[in-house]
């Protein structure tokens, strides 16, 4: 009976609370669909009124009465969601929610304003949509040369000439070290892990102050932090290579990520020549913690060439080996200071190249570098200093018997010492309650190898106005200088020859931005490049004519390909895309001329491309797919092709090669469940067959160059790439 009284007396004691404090709570945790990456900023609404944002860890509390109550989830990128819970008095509900992405979200972005880190014309591309465009491999490197003003001479290669200027002389910046290179050999993509790159600005001309030592365009990329919300793995894997990623949240707000890239491409090389092997890789490691953030990476490229030789009856295959490879270790600390952000970095760096015969070069180096960027109502200040100490030598990586001798690397060979070093500073003005900007900055930077050194410097000037809500202007002048520079890029080749002086070029661009309905930007671009003493003629695949001969203080390899020579470029850059719905993509045309004052008089540049137009789109399906589409046109580069008898009288590039036109096409499927994702793909690039063209050859019939039976040099090809990645 007591144990009954008892009973009843707590029955009635939880009633009376019930009664006295009805409420409830919603306690819960906002996800995206098919990941475990939490959402901060989210809206949670209720029928009963109170709401809540989540925070960075997409947790949200809500105060509420109990009984059933209609929860709504809403985020720009995201499907709402709808959900009822039943709560109880007294009592906390703890709920999850995930949420869809949305499929009309904004893709592509173009901007001249914002918060950009440096001045002048861009074109800013962020996040996914860097990794799934048609045509690029899931490389985000690869999408720069499907804008305005950038050629592909030599298509399958990412070989790009930026408004007529040398592929030697762009820049490649990463998370602000200069690398010196982004891409590995044909089909390999980028030496980062695409999922890595978290923004990728390209500057085409007429940038600041901040970017020196270049005469020609700027690729600047961001890669990400690890996610700050436990552990993520991201596996891939594609026809001819595999890549991993990997992240974590450690104690004491530490993160990491290890990432990684192996590629086999050879068996699908050897349907073209079966006597090529190539084989790539490259690892990323990054490590954040507050303001410090620690990096190592780099990339390795081998390829094999298999020639036959007969000794005593016996044929053997003789391989020869072309390799290149580099490796950077970055310290940086980032932090601010009331309206001053600082940024600190010291990098350290090993570059090689062997060439075939196994004759090569190796370059060790330290860099440094500071920035400051302060910040008041009207006014912004930007300024800072870099630069770096390398140590060159030539040495032969492979057999030590190799024919090859480190002298006929000429001025690359033996012990040097290189030093580059430069500050800049600009201002930023704002005026007409910010509907007109100027930015005017100078820059000096120095070099010194051996017994020379060379001092630059370059004034620039930026200018941006708001015309109207939807129209805007910018536009930019100011010189550039380079110390002497391959026509290509490659690890370990650099800060030689400056007894030629320094390249210069002075850019100048103006355009027009019109945000349209619908989600459209319009833009037109004009520019003009004049370019003094710049190194651009490239390697020959025919007998070389009409150009200058080789610096009379060079040797060897660099005086087989090194020219100085003055020359132009101009013209205009049209882009009309659409960036969000679920149609998505962009036309963009060049016209523009490169030409060069050749020792037979000013002829087209050997990388003159007139025309050139891509189309891309991309259309949201039903059942997750994503159906996209790219269409390349360029118009035909020049070409020489030699007069009878021996060719000593041709005009250089007298004709042109023949049109080129390159159409690809990917499909992308992928299945969400409820904490990881399965993504299938098929992409096929040059669905259309169509012949890279090198140049031009002349055959030999009865030990005589039949110059007056010119030959296309090159092949036709076609590229598949099946994949699937998973990520959780």
């Not at 009376?16 to 990941?35: H, N, Q, W």
């Not at 940024?343 to 400051?372: H, Q, Y």
């Not at 590039?653 to 994702?677: H, I």
Request: some cysteine; charged content about 20%; proline content about 6%.
């Amino acid at each position: 009976m007591r144990a009954s009284r008892l009973t009843l007396l707590c029955t009635l004691l939880q009633a009376a609370a019930v009664y006295a404090d009805p409420s409830a709570k919603l306690i819960g945790r906002v996800f995206e669909r098919g990941t475990i990456n939490a959402l901060p900023g989210v809206r949670v609404s209720t029928s009963q009124g109170p709401s809540a944002v989540t925070d960075e860890q997409g947790r949200f509390e809500v105060a509420l009465e109990a009984g059933a109550v209609e929860v709504v989830l809403v985020d720009e990128d995201h499907e709402p969601l709808r959900s009822t819970e039943q709560l109880k008095a007294g009592q906390g509900l703890r709920v999850e929610y995930r949420l869809l992405p949305r499929a009309n979200q904004k893709r592509y972005q173009s901007t001249v304003r914002g918060e950009a880190r440096h001045e002048g014309e861009r074109f800013t591309l962020k996040d996914e949509e860097l990794h799934q465009l048609p045509g690029g491999l899931g490389d985000p490197f690869r999408v720069i040369g499907m804008l305005p003003g950038v050629a592909t001479p030599l298509p399958l290669l990412p070989l790009y000439v930026i408004r007529g200027a040398s592929p030697g002389s762009n820049g490649f910046f990463l998370d602000g070290m200069r690398v010196p290179q982004l891409f590995h050999f044909l089909v390999g993509g980028g030496v980062v892990h695409g999922r890595l790159v978290e923004r990728l600005d390209f500057y085409p001309g007429a940038y600041d102050v901040s970017f020196g030592r270049y005469v020609g365009g700027i690729i600047d990329a961001e890669t990400r932090p690890a996610r700050n919300d436990g552990y993520h793995v991201d596996l891939e894997l594609r026809l001819y290579d595999v890549s991993l990623l990997a992240e974590a949240k450690l104690p004491s707000s530490v993160r990491v990520e290890v990432s990684g890239h192996y590629g086999y491409p050879s068996f699908i090389i050897h349907a073209i020549d079966d006597r090529v092997s190539l084989e790539y890789g490259d690892y990323q490691l990054r490590l954040d913690w507050r303001g410090l953030t620690v990096e190592a990476l780099g990339s390795y490229d081998s390829l094999t060439l298999n020639s036959q030789s007969i000794n005593l009856g016996i044929i053997r295959n003789v391989p020869d080996n072309f390799r290149l490879e580099f490796h950077r270790v970055q310290v940086r600390e980032r932090d601010r200071i009331g309206r001053h952000e600082l940024e600190a970095a010291v990098v350290g760096g090993i570059d090689e190249m062997s060439t075939f015969g196994g004759t090569g070069v190796r370059k060790l180096s330290l860099g440094w570098r500071f920035n400051l960027r302060s910040k008041w109502k009207w006014f912004r200040l930007f300024a800072g200093t870099d630069g770096e100490i390398s140590r060159f030598t030539a040495e032969n990586f492979g057999d030590s018997t190799s024919p090859a001798a480190p002298d006929q690397f000429g001025d690359l060979a033996g012990d040097r010492n290189g030093v580059v070093a430069g500050a800049f500073v600009e201002g930023t003005v704002d005026l007409f309650h910010k509907r007109l900007s100027i930015t005017a900055g100078v820059r000096v930077d120095t070099y010194h190898a051996g017994p020379v050194t060379l001092l630059g410097v370059d004034p620039r000037l930026q200018a941006r106005a708001k015309l109207l809500p939807w129209l805007s202007m910018n536009g930019g002048i100011g010189l550039y200088q380079q110390p002497p520079s391959f026509p290509v890029a490659l690890p370990g080749i650099d800060t030689f020859a400056l007894q030629l002086g320094l390249q210069r070029a002075i850019q100048g661009a103006v355009g027009v931005e019109a945000q349209l309905p619908k989600d459209v930007t319009f833009s037109l671009t004009g520019f003009y490049q004049k370019f003094y003493n710049i190194n651009d003629v490239v390697i020959d695949f025919g007998p070389a004519v009409c150009t200058s001969p080789p610096p009379e203080s060079l040797t060897g390899l660099p005086a087989t390909i090194t020219r100085q020579i003055d020359g132009q470029s101009y013209g205009m850059e049209l882009l009309l895309r659409r960036h969000a719905g679920i149609f998505t993509g962009w036309i963009a045309y060049t016209l523009s001329r490169s030409e060069r004052s050749y020792t037979c008089g000013l002829r087209p540049a050997d990388f003159d491309q007139a025309h050139l137009l891509n189309v891309v789109a991309q259309i949201r399906l039903p059942w997750k797919l994503l159906l996209g589409g790219h269409l390349a046109y360029s118009s035909g580069r020049p070409a020489t092709i030699l007069e009878p008898p021996d060719g000593r009288s041709t005009v250089r590039n007298n004709t042109r090669l023949p049109d080129y036109v390159q159409l690809d096409l990917r499909l992308d499927r992928e299945w969400l469940f409820r904490k990881w994702a399965v993504a299938a793909f098929i992409e096929i690039l040059n669905l259309t067959y169509s012949q890279s063209v090198f140049g031009l050859q002349y055959p030999m019939i009865d030990n005589v160059t039949r110059y007056d039976m010119p030959q296309l040099n090159g092949f036709r090809w076609i590229l598949p790439s099946i994949g699937v990645r998973g990520r959780f």
